[in-house]
């Protein structure tokens, strides 16, 4: 003991030492582990802390010649071996399944212990500190029994329940790793109290330097635990224990570069996706990737600066096609460590790419087959009912010819709509800008929708800007569209009675250029909020159930968006559900004439008559026309016999260049799809056929295949001109003037026979009525309608209904609701007839009441119509 108590100077600095030490390795653990979740790497550090201070407050006490700094490291050491032990019950408490509660009872518990044995055994009576100057040391002895006493109970409780929780720790643990510290928590406690013995004797054993002891024990306790928690740590789910198998398993390539430009590191995925197994180990960037020379610098470069850039290269092993990310990382200095190298096989998507490049193809492919098959049978429908109008003198058959000639533009602009879709996925719609006025576009669509608006007795305003410049340099077509399909929409949306409006006003964007701003206002159904989102995308219907009866494809708004984006414009939705929506456009235009255009007070067209009058003749002129469908032949024939033009017909290529070898001719209409011999192999065996009479002849292709740039490429074929069926007679004429030799052509005098004034006296006596629609309903014949009014007028079936109504004779009632509802259809009495259908309706859903409440007042309102027609009809 005298060499022990003679050398203390240096066991105090050795003791010293080692609490230092043990606060680094709790830091470094601390920082190590920084990622980890939970609290064990706090408990650590904790009980790192705990030992550092027990060691320094017992060591500086020992060294101090202070008696009063004694004291003061003395309670810090003190607090040390508190800290220590409440270190030791959270971690343990933290590795069980304690629930949240049971964990903060046990550490709040100790915490307060651990405060009351700082102030009781902390207080200055409890020790009296002595300086033995002979060995140069401080010590204390004991003052007070009852203080000693506390304290050494209080450890040996504290040691108890940790031994419990321990128990329970040690019974629940499943795994090796979790036994295995337990076991270690076990010795480290062993050696600590063991070496603790030594003091809790010091009343009865004359020990002086106690502290010695329990600070080598409390040091040894750490170390032990220490290196058992490490062990722990590294079966515990950390960033490092699982980085190298992320690395390695990683189903994407991992590449890391050093600062010379070698490859250091490459995970398992990258060697096989670049083939680089075989390779030797530093190989560079471009021995890896089909790299142009001074490419590979530039990509070091450029992740130098801090951009993590994405490059499409190719292996030049394997050669599959690779995405690769590059990115630099940077020390703490700022300066390059390492390069990474994130590469992701792209040989799956560029296959997908392929067959969906295929598949678009295909798609288009088949849409102009698909339209050209359409198209085909709807000219000779339409060309055919061009031929009736011309030549038949009876007013009914001219009105079924022309009912027939609005389904088929309709059924044209369907495929149109179609085609349209394809061509803006395909990127091959063209935008054509050349001179024109809005007025002309607005009396378009205002005239193409009144009568639909009027049938569902809805208003139909158009307002203009008046100070609008006059000319417009833009694409007049795509402009008439966009309205169009706001203004079909806003009508089909918009209840019976509503309201649209359409008004075109500008802002001034530069000297040249204007924003054009089209409004399409209604106040009809409305859009729902979380449908609008979803408004411009292909096919996309809403409220299917609701808007059963009205007829739609989806594709309306998603081609306005498009268009409207192709012109470089803007499209808002401003839509409230229930009460309406405004559509307003912006489309940047050119100026062409800054003229205002003025007011315009009406749109509608002062209505021409249908039959169209040639404009020229060309007796002298023989021409050849070219198709394997004998009815267009006789389209064709029909449309210019009013010219006098000599038209002779071929059915098939072979019969037509045998005929084009015998006589000239001064103009060829040459069918493109026909069977053997089409219209491009005629035409080239024409033009290589020097001997043939036709050999330099004008060939015009008439053509159903309307698919994208094929009209470029008939002129590419060698074709003087096409033109693109259902055939237009206008620009039929238009085109044979524009090729014959002007000297056969003389032109005749243009007749345009202008429609008596908007309908007779009956016509306007029935404003109670939508009469137009009546009227359509009759074929356009007037005396066909007088007739059917008439018969409604005399089939009064209320007494009938009143009758059944009586008698609930339901069946019957309805039989009469439904056909009332047919017949004032037909006559243009929308209102009445949807009164009259939902009573049927009403029959049908068993709702009597329904029927109860409204029979009279639909009869009343049926009477006055009767009135009114009576009136109207004498
Ligand atoms: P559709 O051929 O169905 O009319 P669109 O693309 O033109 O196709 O419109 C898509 C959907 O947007 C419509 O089905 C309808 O539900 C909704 N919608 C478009 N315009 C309006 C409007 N003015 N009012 C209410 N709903 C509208």
Redesign the pocket.
Known sequence: MEVLYQHFIYINIIILIAGATSVHLGASFLKRERHTKGFFKYSVFLLALGNGMCCLGYSIMSLSPNLTVAYIFRVIGLAGIDIYLLAEIILVTSCLNFSRRSELFIIGLTSIAVLFDLVIYGHPDADTFIRYDQYNFTTYIRNDPYRHLFHYTYLAILIFCMLIIAIVWAVNVKYKRDRKLVFFAYISNFIFGGLALPDMLKMQVNILCTHFFFCLGIFFAFVVFFVSANNYMAFYITVNSISRDIFSTLGTGLLVFDTNYHLNLANEYANKLLGLDKQPHRIRLKEIFELKSGEPFKMFEKATEGLALDYRLTSIITQKVILVNFSCKMDRNNEPMCYILVATDLTEENRLIKEAQAANEAKSEFLSNISHEIRTPINIISGMDELILRECDDEAIIGYAENINVASKNLTSLINDVLDIAKIESGKLDIVSFDYSIDTVLRDCYNLFINEAKKHHQSLVFKCNSKLPKTLIGDEIRIKQIIS?LLS??I??TQENGKISVSIDYTVTSADFISLIIKIT?N????RKEDIPH?FENF????LQR?RTIQ???????ITKNLITLLHGTIEVD?VYEQG?TFTVRIPQRVSDLTPIGEINDYSYTREIRKYESTFIAPKARILTVDDVQMNLDVVCGLLKKTQIQIDCALNGEEALSMMGSTYYDLILLDHMMPEMDGVEVLTRLRADKTNRCNAAPVIMLTANASMGADKKYLEDGFTDYLSKPIQPAQLEAMVQKYLPVEYISHTQHVTEVAAPTGSDLMHSLNFIDANAGLDFAAGDEDFYKQILTTYKEEDKRPAMNDLLAKEDWPNYQILAHSLKGTSLTIGATELSAAAKALEFAVKEDNLEYIKEHHNEVMEKYGQLLEKLKKALK
């Open positions: 399909n929409n806003a089909k949306y209604d009809g159904i409305g859009i408004l996309q219907r809403f409220e808007n739609g494809t989806g594709l309306g708004l998603s839509s929506s």
